[in-house]
């Protein structure tokens, strides 16, 4: 008898993957020679796996690549990931990608324009041509720096992956659960083992990606992170909320109490 094939369960999000989702938050520079941290208009990784970097168009940045004799300019792209609630420390990752940059103009410019218009609706692309230039950074290396670890990441891998899901809601759906629902915040804390707390332990929101939430508890002196999962991954953010329920309900079936 031949049975049927299950259907692949997503696992965690990969190197890859969590890089993705870290190079899509806002805040960004670009260093090159001579230009140490140079601020960025806008950037974004594309469905077609294009890495576009909006500067300005009189900045060093775009004069730089203007100039360059090679037709590109050796530079790095480095993307820093806040958490969305107030932390003691609030940076959770950053991802580096060093390439070449390289100008883009005419049809080739109208494409990418819309293809990041697909990923990221920004308004800094109604600028390009117009004070804002546009341009296109091949990769040669992807670096992840995320709880005190640094990973490299193929390129290959990195545009190929999709960022988490839950990308665009994280941090809505974070500041909503610390703002307005401190007993389902409560009821989250009693998961995490007691052993792991003290008395004057701090535990707040700290991310959440399809797998579950991840909580930061701020002690004394430093701090540890714990993550608590779905009872099966989410793959789309209508899921999110009957994914939270279900955590919720069995915490509070665990504390009856509450």
């Known amino acids: 008898m031949t049975r049927s094939p299950r259907s692949a369960v997503p696992g965690p999000p990969t190197v890859a ?17 001579g230009i140490d941290g140079s ?8 469905a077609d796996g294009q890495v576009l970097v909006v500067v300005p168009a009189g900045g060093p940045v775009a004069s730089a690549v203007r100039s360059s004799t090679d037709g590109d300019l050796a530079a790095l792209l480095m993307v ?23 100008p883009l103009a005419g049809a080739e410019e109208r494409a990418a324009t ?34 005190g670890a640094v990973t490299e990441v193929a390129p ?12 665009a809601v994280e941090a809505q759906a974070l500041q909503h659960l610390d703002d307005a629902h401190p007993g389902e915040l ?10 792991w ?18 909580l930061r508890i701020e002690q004394r002196s430093g701090h540890r992170d714990v993550r608590l999962p779905f009872v099966e991954p989410v793959t789309t953010p209508e899921g999110l909320g ?13 504390c009856p109490e509450r």
């Open 39 to 46: 601020r960025v208009l806008a950037h974004a990784t594309t």
């Open 80 to 102: 820093t990931d806040h958490a969305p609630v107030p932390l003691r420390e609030p940076v959770r990752a950053r991802v580096w990608l060093s390439g070449w940059l390289s």
């Open 114 to 147: 819309l293809a990041f218009a697909e990923v990221a609706p920004v308004g800094a692309l109604l600028d390009v041509g117009h004070g804002a230039s546009l341009l296109r950074l091949d990769p040669a290396e992807v670096v992840l720096e995320e709880c």
């Open 17 to 33: 993957e969590r890089a993705r989702t870290v190079a899509g938050r806002p805040a960004a520079a670009v260093c090159a020679a």
């Open 156 to 167: 290959e891998d990195y545009l190929a992956a999709a960022p988490d899901p839950l990308a």
């Open 242 to 254: 009957p994914a939270v329920h279900r955590l919720v309900c069995a915490a509070r079936r665990a």
């Open 197 to 214: 707390l003290a008395d004057g332990d701090v535990v707040r929101p700290l991310g959440l990606d399809r797998c579950g939430f991840r």
């Open 186 to 195: 409560a009821l989250l804390r009693s998961r995490v083992p007691s052993a």
